[in-house]
């Protein structure tokens, strides 16, 4: 399964920290925005594909595909939902939601499994996981925040000047479960913090910022522990 995990990796990447504000608005607005998006993910694929890519990855009875294909395959369908998605919201006026939005990335994540390898027996690197959780506690939850956030009260802040800061965060209490022995537990002072501000001190998350933003950072955080302990 390790191309499997290296293709989900490429897919966070590509479709969330290179995908900026400025990228997800021009692929909604020109043709030439959208091809930019969609040409980082075989780019970013390849480069962390690159050992397996000559490898036979799909062996059907009558058909055989290395991996230089499936990443193109992927690509293209990838491309596909994503023009689909646009001109269902801009067409059909189907709402631009957070189940939208998750529906999307299952699409695409459907795609990478059913083009990966399944005889593949390498070893995962441990490192793709951590690589991966920071990039879903950076930009997955800034990104699903925002979308709950506006089904709920039609406009959200999370995309805004504090977007950073609320990153820094996050990753700074997940990172305190790495810490060894007993002062893993710093890492729920560093959330129990975090919600002081919220209930006592200001009013710069929503609670649903607040759920969703922590219950990541205790998941991920665990999860991360776990994996590297």
């Not at 980082?40 to 059907?60: F, G, K, M, R």
């Not at 506690?137 to 956030?149: G, I, K, N, P, T």
């Amino acid at each position: 399964m390790e191309i499997f995990w290296r293709l989900i990796l490429a897919h966070f990447i590509a479709d969330f920290t290179l995908q900026t504000n400025k990228v997800a608005s021009w692929k909604r607005e020109s043709r030439m925005g959208m091809s930019i998006h969609v040409l980082t993910h075989p780019v970013v694929s390849y480069l962390l594909c690159w050992p397996y890519l000559s490898q036979t990855w799909v062996d059907a009875p009558m058909l055989r595909l290395n991996g230089w294909v499936c990443v193109g395959l992927i690509t293209l369908f990838h491309w596909l939902e994503d023009e689909w998605r646009v001109w269902s919201i801009q067409e059909t006026g189907s709402p631009d939601s957070t189940g939208f939005f998750l529906w999307d990335q299952v699409v695409h994540f459907v795609m990478i499994l059913a083009l990966s390898p399944t005889t593949n027996q390498t070893p995962v690197p441990l490192w793709l996981f951590p690589v991966m959780f920071i990039i879903v506690l950076a930009h997955f939850v800034s990104v699903l925040v925002y979308f709950v956030e506006n089904d709920l009260w039609g406009t959200s802040d999370m995309m805004g000047d504090k977007k950073y800061r609320f990153i820094g965060e996050r990753l700074i209490g997940a990172s305190l479960f790495l810490l060894p022995g007993p002062l893993f537990l710093l890492a729920f002072g560093w959330l129990g913090w975090i919600a002081y501000l919220y209930f006592y001190k200001s009013h710069e998350r929503t609670w649903a910022h607040l759920v969703i933003g922590n219950l990541a950072v205790v998941l991920l955080g665990l999860a991360a522990r776990g994996l590297l302990s």
